[in-house]
């Protein structure tokens, strides 16, 4: 039978950027240079004299080059190494991978599962970061599930050795990387005495200091549903912002969304949510978070950001009513002027609205989950 499909794929380099001063602050020397690492395009904008600002940008690239060669899921690495030894008994890691690996398991018990970095054989199945999805069947799907288990793996961070007992185990790192690489690139440009910097690793951003004295970076955050509309505006100092989408990579079969957020216990795309925008002070909390959330779904993960220190953000649901955490006021403003509903969760006691949006004010970037949309049909 001849099958129909639309697929929508990011391709980051068509991202549509608003890149420009703020109201009321002049740029100064912006340094900013593009580069396709782990998965995406990397955009890094440094502020400073051009030859340090260009060193900086350029040590930055090779530290998350560094982290990509440790991590990547579909080209050879040290992860890769691990998986490959799957029901073999310990082998010997990277302690700097055993150590994140550590931090994928303590995110995945945090949230009871939700958050799970054993999902290689699900994410090899659809096929979404290789750039051709499928539709697997129901019998494949089981398959790759029996193969899960966070709970399963042990990693021994004095030895460096990490453990994964099932053959045909795989760690998927994919949804902690990017936020990792963030975290190493501000270490290194905190070395580098660098005070003003941001970077956009295909949609988790990291605003290092102030744009300039007095005015913080402004990001943009996509409406899910129109690629050419905002629904809101972060206002960041020291903060990174990571948005996580059904629109960021999917495809379209018999009217129906697949997205590349897989719900753990079933196998198939998480439902119940557009999209979930997280900030907080760490790229790691960030990236991993916005994952766990999706898959909590809006009650349940609004709940888990409230009880989280530092950390906040909103959701949009299947419905694209906006859940913000009672704390986002001091951080995001809503684009349509109207303070947002109400939580429909009582979990937390602390209060704020979002501040009504200045729609004539310029941001500073776009945080866009699939920056151009490449439509192609494929047939099979």
């Given at each position: 039978?001849?099958?129909?499909?639309?697929?929508?794929?990011?391709?980051?380099?068509?991202?549509?950027?608003?890149?420009?001063?703020?109201?009321?602050?002049?740029?100064?020397?912006?340094?900013?240079?593009?580069?396709?690492?782990?998965?995406?395009?990397?955009?890094?904008?440094?502020?400073?004299?051009?030859?340090?600002?260009?060193?900086?940008?350029?040590?930055?690239?090779?530290?998350?080059?560094?982290?990509?060669?440790?991590?990547?899921?579909?080209?050879?690495?040290?992860?890769?190494?691990?998986?490959?030894?799957?029901?073999?008994?310990?082998?010997?890691?990277?302690?700097?991978?055993?150590?994140l690996v550590g931090e994928s398991l303590s995110f995945a018990r945090e949230?009871?599962?939700?958050?799970?970095?054993?999902?290689?054989?699900?994410?090899k199945l659809w096929n979404f970061s290789a750039g051709e999805p499928r539709?697997?069947?129901?019998?494949?799907?089981?398959?790759?599930?029996?193969?899960?288990?966070?709970?399963?793996?042990?990693?021994?961070?004095?030895?460096?050795?990490?453990?994964?007992?099932?053959?045909?185990?795989?760690?998927?790192?994919?949804?902690?990387?990017?936020?990792?690489?963030?975290?190493?690139?501000?270490?290194?440009?905190?070395?580098?005495?660098?005070?003003?910097?941001?970077?956009?690793?295909?949609?988790?951003?990291?605003?290092?200091?102030?744009?300039?004295?007095?005015?913080?970076?402004?990001?943009?955050?996509?409406?899910?549903?129109?690629?050419?509309?905002?629904?809101?505006?972060?206002?960041?100092?020291?903060?990174?912002?990571?948005?996580?989408?059904?629109?960021?990579?999917?495809?379209?079969?018999?009217?129906?969304?697949?997205?590349?957020?897989?719900?753990?216990?079933?196998?198939?795309?998480?439902?119940?949510?557009?999209?979930?925008?997280?900030?907080?002070?760490?790229?790691?909390?960030?990236?991993?978070?916005?994952?766990?959330?999706?898959?909590?779904?809006?009650?349940?993960?609004?709940?888990?950001?409230?009880?989280?220190?530092?950390?906040?953000?909103?959701?949009?649901?299947?419905?694209?009513?906006?859940?913000?955490?009672?704390?986002?006021?001091?951080?995001?403003?809503?684009?349509?002027?109207?303070?947002?509903?109400?939580?429909?969760?009582?979990?937390?006691?602390?209060?704020?609205?979002?501040?009504?949006?200045?729609?004539?004010?310029?941001?500073?970037?776009?945080?866009?989950?699939?920056?151009?949309?490449?439509?192609?049909?494929?047939?099979?």
């Amino acid at each position: 039978m001849r099958r129909q499909w639309l697929s929508r794929i990011a391709v980051p380099a068509c991202m549509t950027v608003l890149f420009c001063s703020c109201t009321g602050g002049p740029s100064g020397d912006l340094h900013k240079e593009t580069r396709f690492l782990m998965g995406t395009f990397v955009e890094v904008t440094v502020k400073g004299p051009a030859q340090e600002a260009k060193r900086a940008v350029g040590a930055v690239f090779d530290e998350m080059k560094r982290v990509e060669e440790l991590t990547s899921f579909h080209t050879s690495s040290g992860l890769t190494q691990v998986n490959a030894s799957a029901g073999q008994g310990s082998v010997q890691a990277d302690p700097e991978l055993a150590t994140l690996v550590g931090e994928s398991l303590s995110f995945a018990r945090e949230t009871d599962g939700a958050f799970d970095p054993t999902l290689g054989p699900l994410a090899k199945l659809w096929n979404f970061s290789a750039g051709e999805p499928r539709l697997p069947e129901d019998s494949e799907i089981k398959a790759a599930l029996d193969k899960r288990g966070w709970q399963h793996v042990t990693v021994d961070a004095s030895s460096g050795t990490i453990t994964l007992p099932r053959e045909q185990m795989s760690l998927d790192l994919g949804g902690i990387a990017k936020g990792y690489s963030l975290d190493r690139a501000r270490l290194v440009l905190v070395k580098l005495g660098v005070q003003s910097a941001l970077i956009n690793a295909g949609g988790d951003i990291l605003a290092v200091g102030e744009k300039s004295p007095g005015h913080p970076w402004r990001i943009g955050v996509q409406d899910p549903r129109n690629p050419n509309g905002l629904v809101a505006v972060a206002t960041l100092r020291d903060r990174v912002i990571v948005t996580s989408g059904d629109y960021e990579r999917f495809f379209v079969h018999e009217g129906k969304r697949y997205h590349h957020i897989l719900n753990p216990e079933t196998g198939y795309p998480a439902g119940g949510l557009r999209s979930v925008t997280i900030i907080a002070a760490d790229g790691v909390r960030a990236d991993a978070m916005a994952t766990a959330v999706f898959g909590l779904g809006a009650k349940r993960g609004l709940e888990y950001v409230e009880k989280t220190p530092d950390v906040e953000g909103f959701l949009i649901d299947a419905n694209g009513e906006m859940f913000f955490t009672s704390g986002a006021a001091d951080l995001i403003q809503t684009t349509d002027g109207q303070p947002p509903k109400p939580n429909r969760v009582n979990t937390s006691s602390r209060s704020g609205q979002p501040f009504p949006f200045a729609g004539t004010e310029l941001i500073d970037h776009l945080l866009v989950a699939i920056p151009c949309l490449n439509q192609r049909k494929q047939s099979g």
